[in-house]
């Protein structure tokens, strides 16, 4: 044995330093492995991916060579998309879109006044940059921007006339005897310590209103700079009557997703809350509207809201026509938003209940502190679904007489000016990649928002 050993040792080595690892073999890994994989592990999965194949070879270069290769992109009437005008094969006609694409925006707003709508727009975007984004500095102040001024300038700009400048008045002279009492108050340490002594200076200061609602200050500071803007731009440029009857296209399809999504959240977060509360009258009333709205369809709920809201009311009081279906849509989607809510309230563990009640928080203070964090949370996909299918809802409001943007589509298509066999198709897509790119839009950020606040939970 001895002998053996001695005659193996010359040949004996042991490495010392890690070898390089190697890539994976592509049958294991690799675009390969996912093929087989994904698209055919199996006998139907195989015969799944090769119908999708064929349908795919078979669909899309057609649809290639009508909406790009045979495409019209320029012209000033029917004639550059007729075939026998043009003397060739005639695709999607573009230059209808482009002929179209104010009307599309604005509808049948004036022209003269269609900058108002372009800075509604602007102070859109920036309210959903505002929010959205996650690094976005002082996000009360942007709160308060989005669900208070935002729709206050967006109603005196849009609308204009009186009504708009009466609005107008009252917030500026609010946000000035606001802004006057934080200006009061800030001066009252100063008197108070005069008397006391500068040794109790501090003491004054703690105790005073203004450092306690020195976030509140920002936010009247704000809106005042906010109305005095409005009020020079109304009083120097004038901002005439805009009826609703003339708005229309994106304008109108922004607006009544707006209203639906940023009402519908904190009313389904209230009906939820409601539904699962001990009071009898409370929850009895909140499971009466949820089951109401929810038994019927969009289209009902339209009705109602066109023709019922004006007879709860004097007759000097009718709301608007486009009022009444920003209501019933915002109510439908408050149904269906309760019930997404309730799915994540039901889902936390009774343990954080327990724990918050054992701190001593009161309930409103355990569910904006403690449950409804988490269980938005987790509810996340439904709530971003409810919006998507809001957004794609809003389309219904053209049977109570509407000019949303399909509606506006659907104006065009009977104008002899663009009168094509090519027009309705190309007008059809223009309005499905609007849509796609709005949804896709929501969903993506969702998915990013999920992942964000789900990075604590991985293990």
Same mark, same amino acid.
């Not at 349908?55 to 026998?84: H, K, M, Q």
């Not at 509808?107 to 900058?115: A, V």
């Not at 934080?182 to 209103?209: D, H, K, T």
């Given at each position: ?8 040792? =010359? ?50 270069? +057609? ?22 005008? @043009? ?9 209808? @879109? ?57 109603? @005196? ?22 802004? /006057? ?27 005073? =209103? ?31 009557? @805009?009826?609703? *009857? ?11 997703? /707006? ?54 009311? =004097? ?23 309760? +019930? ?15 724990? /918050? ?31 998507? *299918? ?70």
């Amino acid at each position: 044995m001895t002998d053996a050993t001695t005659e193996l040792a =010359p040949y004996a080595f042991v490495r010392k330093e890690t070898l390089e690892q190697q890539a994976a073999p592509l049958s294991v890994a690799g675009p390969l492995a996912w093929v087989r994989n994904n698209l055919f592990s199996g006998p139907v999965n195989t015969l799944l991916t090769l119908l999708c194949v064929y349908i795919v070879v078979v669909s899309v270069p +057609e649809l290639v060579r009508f909406y790009f290769i045979d495409a019209v992109w320029t012209g000033a009437n029917r004639d550059a998309c007729l075939a026998e005008k @043009v003397g060739r094969p005639v695709g999607a006609c573009w230059a209808y @879109v482009g002929d179209r694409l104010q009307y599309f925006i604005y509808g049948s707003y004036p022209i003269s006044e269609r900058w108002r709508v372009n800075i509604v727009f602007a102070l859109f975007a920036i309210g959903v940059v505002w929010m959205l984004w996650n690094q976005a500095p002082k996000k009360k102040l942007g709160l308060f921007y989005f669900f208070v001024l935002m729709p206050i300038a967006a109603y @005196v700009l849009l609308l204009g006339g009186a009504g708009a400048e009466r609005l107008l008045r009252n917030g500026l002279i609010v946000s000035l005897v606001l802004a /006057a009492i934080y200006v009061v108050l800030s001066f009252v340490p100063q008197l108070v310590g005069s008397y006391l002594g500068a040794a109790n200076l501090a003491v004054v200061r703690e105790a005073s =209103p203004l450092k306690r609602f020195s976030g509140p200050k920002q936010l009247v500071l704000f809106a005042l700079v906010v109305f005095v803007l409005l009020g020079l731009l109304a009083s120097s440029i004038g901002l005439p009557r @805009v009826d609703t *009857g003339l708005w229309g296209g994106m304008t109108v399809t922004f607006l009544i997703a /707006a209203v639906g999504i940023v009402f519908s959240l904190p009313f389904g977060i209230l009906l939820a809350l409601g539904r699962r509360s001990k009071l009898p009258i409370i929850q009895l009333l909140s499971v009466i509207f949820i089951e109401f709205v929810r038994g019927v369809p969009l289209i009902t709920v339209l009705f109602m809201a066109n023709t019922m809201l004006p007879l709860f009311v =004097p007759q000097e009081w009718s709301p608007d026509r486009l009022l009444r279906p920003l209501v019933g849509v915002a109510m439908f989607a408050a149904a269906y938003m309760a +019930e997404v809510i309730r799915g994540g309230l039901q889902a936390m563990p009774k343990g954080q209940y327990e724990g /918050a009640m054992s701190l001593g928080l009161g309930y409103w203070s355990m569910m904006r502190l403690i449950i409804l964090p988490q269980a938005l949370r987790i509810v996340i996909p439904g709530i971003v679904n409810t919006f998507i *299918g809001l957004f794609k809802d809003t389309t219904l409001v053209t049977i109570v007489g509407i000019f949303d943007f399909l509606r506006t589509i659907e104006a065009t298509l009977v104008d002899p000016t663009w009168a094509t066999p090519t027009t309705r198709a190309t007008g059809y897509a223009f309005a499905a990649i609007f849509y796609f790119l709005c949804c896709w839009g929501m969903s993506r950020y969702s998915i990013s928002v999920e992942k964000r606040l789900a990075a604590g939970q991985k293990r």
